[in-house]
């Protein structure tokens, strides 16, 4: 290197560059994602209390759930998501999910540092456990990038990760799907690893770690199975992105 260029790197050091958009940047609340993409996100801070998704339209009054926490309470005493699932923030949710960038791991999991820090902090969590994917997924992705979410988080918050769970039955996409039917092909599709034992999750409390929640399905049933075959205390969720409830 020539001593030139040294000396303008000591005066002009090397902007990072945004994970989202490519350009260079000079400061971001989220290390890897310019303040300018952060901007076009929808953070959640008006959320039904139960299951953190936003309200459209925002008709809820403090503290009241919305009809689908109303109709039936999910398992978990409460899940929160940092941004709604839409526009630009989908986009660069998409591109970690299928576009083979596991770098945007970092960014994804200092944001789920943020509201772990507001919203879970006091609940004594022991363990993090992400939502598995079915192995044929897996294998085709390379990665699950919940597992990937949890282990980053895990390593912020020092609670250790256990990524025990196993899907042993791939599904339909569940949005296609209606209620009654989601919860009948998620039925038996989770199981505990072979040689886990059981025994360290038992009163414990759980904090799922997923990257989005579409319908609620998969996060109530994996709740479910926590609560009654890991036999844990409580279950609480986090993930990166929700697909708000509509009220018609
Ligand atoms: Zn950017
Ligand atoms: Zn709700």
Known sequence: MKVLDVLKDLIYPEKPVCLACGRKYDH???EGICDRCLSRF???????????REVVPA????????PECSEERPPYN???SVFTYSGYAREVLLEYKYGHRPDLAGPFSQMLFLYY???????NIDYLIPVPMHGERKNYRGYNQAARLAQALSKKIKIEYKDVISRVKDSLPLYTLTKKARKMELEGAFQLEEDTDSAIFKDKNILIIDDIITTGTTSS?????ILKEMEAAN??????ASVPVKIE
């Open 28 to 30: 971001s609340e989220i």
């Open 42 to 52: 929808s953070f959640i801070t008006e959320a039904c209390p139960i299951c953190g």
């Open 59 to 66: 008709v809820l009054i403090e503290g009241q759930h919305c």
């Open 78 to 80: 409460f899940a929160r």
């Open 117 to 123: 820090d507001e919203y879970f902090k006091d609940q």
């Open 221 to 225: 049933e994996i709740s479910h199975f």
């Open 235 to 240: 279950v609480y969720v986090l993930t990166t």
